[in-house]
T-cell receptor, first 112, second 118 residues
């Protein structure tokens, strides 16, 4: 079956530091890949996505590239802010309309 | 666009009572809705998939008689937790796939409902 593995947190950073959250996946086909963010007390928001190999998703300074050869979709941001403190979830979907398989989530705390 | 709402945002109930949670797609028609459960500091666990006009498909281990799902229209799905017990306390989140006018490979999530059973 499908699975998503992401680095465990919490990740604690200082403001303006570089952030990387590793995500690898196992899937039978060619899934779409997603990063969702959950701010404290809120539901999930789509951060970015990529639907095929070598695609790069980007939003709000975050980027992730769909690497088929390493089955990875690592999330990066060059300079984090306190407002980026949240839980980040990597996920995949086998096809449009299909359920999402989530990783365990990575809590990120950015200190001033 | 692509906003999903949930109501209520928080509910506290006594053990043995039933609680209904609504999930609405506000500006698009949702052909498929999903219900998730999230435990504290944990990931989301898919409970069931709900398609408009048909019976929900439940994930293994989820009691269909306890968690009743109804998807009566293209903009509304409801989850009823029947005879709730303290172990049902959790954060319940719905999501929806849109039809035309939205990205068809993206799920849009509601803000979640915090259920506390005393």
């Amino acid at each position: 079956g499908n699975s998503v593995t992401q680095m465990e947190g919490p990740v604690t950073l200082s403001e303006e530091a570089f952030l990387t959250i590793n995500c690898t996946y196992t899937a039978t086909g060619y899934p779409s890949l997603f990063w969702y963010v959950q701010y404290p007390g809120e539901g999930l928001q789509l951060l970015l996505k990529a639907t095929k190999a070598d695609d790069k998703g980007s939003n709000k300074g975050f980027e992730a590239t769909y690497r088929k050869e390493t089955t990875s979709f690592h999330l990066e941001k060059g300079s984090v802010q306190v407002s980026d403190s949240a839980v980040y979830f990597c996920a995949l979907s086998e096809a449009a309309g299909n359920k999402l398989t989530f990783g365990g989530g990575t809590r990120v705390l950015v200190k001033p | 666009g692509a906003v999903v709402s949930q109501h209520p945002s928080r509910v506290i109930c006594k053990s043995g009572t039933s609680v209904k949670i609504e999930c609405r797609s506000l500006d698009f028609q949702a052909t498929t809705m999903f219900w998730y459960r999230q435990f504290p500091k944990k990931s989301l666990m898919l409970m069931a998939t709900s398609n408009e006009g048909s019976k929900a498909t439940y994930e293994q281990g989820v009691e269909k008689d306890k968690f009743l799902i109804n998807h009566a229209s293209l903009t509304l799905s409801t989850l009823t937790v029947t005879s709730a017990h303290p172990e049902d306390s959790s954060f319940y989140i719905c999501s929806a796939f849109g039809a035309s006018g939205t990205s068809t490979d993206t799920q849009y999530f509601g803000p979640g409902t915090r259920l506390t059973v005393l």
